[in-house]
């Protein structure tokens, strides 16, 4: 079955740093490219950032870009991002999902980011 | 960069049929959409891919009353026999030059 499963989400300081995880398994994580995806309390859905399956191209939406480093372990099958310079507006739930041609075709169940004073 | 527009609400009778629509912006009237369905305090929920020509492909486990379809630039969900359980809101999702795109979502009232 696969699975994702997101962690590292809680409360941090505006100006803080977060490192979120997201664990992997039930498919051979290598070979798919992986994104993250936010969706603020009561909003939609809104792309975060991508990287490829081998992990040497990235890509940001223009709001994080400068701020958020998306990564990944093959080895360890495990998505990373690391938040800095944190906002308020990047209170959200974070999802990672499992990219293929045609879309996100998996999701995690999500961890939430507060970031409050 | 593609833009993705979706009305913000919907309503159906239970075990009637209802069509949800998301319009892709000028220039892109043939590109590939995903639909994703998030139920209430739920992660989203892949649902299908739907092609320019029409043609889609369900994700596992999505129930047969599931259907995609296109218009010129409008792509359709159309859920047949409505469900209780079918009370969600209703994404849809494009790509374009490595940027991901998702509509604003369409929330859908099972009456």
């Known amino acids: 079955e696969v699975q994702l499963v997101e962690s590292g989400g809680g409360l941090e300081q505006p100006g803080g740093s977060l490192r979120l995880s997201c664990a992997a398994s039930?498919?051979?994580?290598?070979?798919?490219?992986m994104s993250w995806v936010r969706q603020a309390p009561g909003k939609g859905l809104d792309w975060v950032s991508s990287v490829s399956g081998s992990g040497s191209n990235t890509y940001y939406a223009d709001s994080v870009k400068g701020r958020f480093t998306i990564s990944r372990d093959n080895s360890k099958n495990t998505l990373y991002l690391q938040m800095n310079s944190l906002r308020a507006e990047d209170t959200a739930v974070y999802y990672c999902?499992?990219?293929?041609?045609?879309?996100?075709?998996?999701w995690g169940q999500g961890t939430l980011v507060t970031v409050s004073s | 960069q593609p833009v993705l527009t979706q009305s913000s609400s919907a309503s159906a009778s239970l075990g009637s049929s209802v069509k949800l629509t998301c319009t892709l912006s000028?220039?892109?009237?043939?590109?590939?959409i995903a639909w994703h369905q998030q139920q209430p305090g739920k992660a989203p929920r892949y649902l299908m891919n739907l092609e320019g020509s029409g043609s889609y492909i369900k994700g596992s486990g999505v129930p047969d009353r599931f259907s995609g379809s296109r218009s010129g630039a409008d792509r359709y969900l159309t859920i047949s026999n409505l469900q209780s359980e079918d009370e969600a809101d209703y994404y849809c999702e494009t790509w374009d030059s490595n940027t991901r795109v998702f509509g604003g979502g369409t929330k859908l009232t099972v009456l």
């Open positions: 039930g498919f051979t994580f290598s070979s798919y490219a």
């Open positions: 999902a499992r990219l293929v041609a045609a879309g996100s075709d998996c």
């Open positions: 000028s220039g892109h009237s043939s590109s590939i």
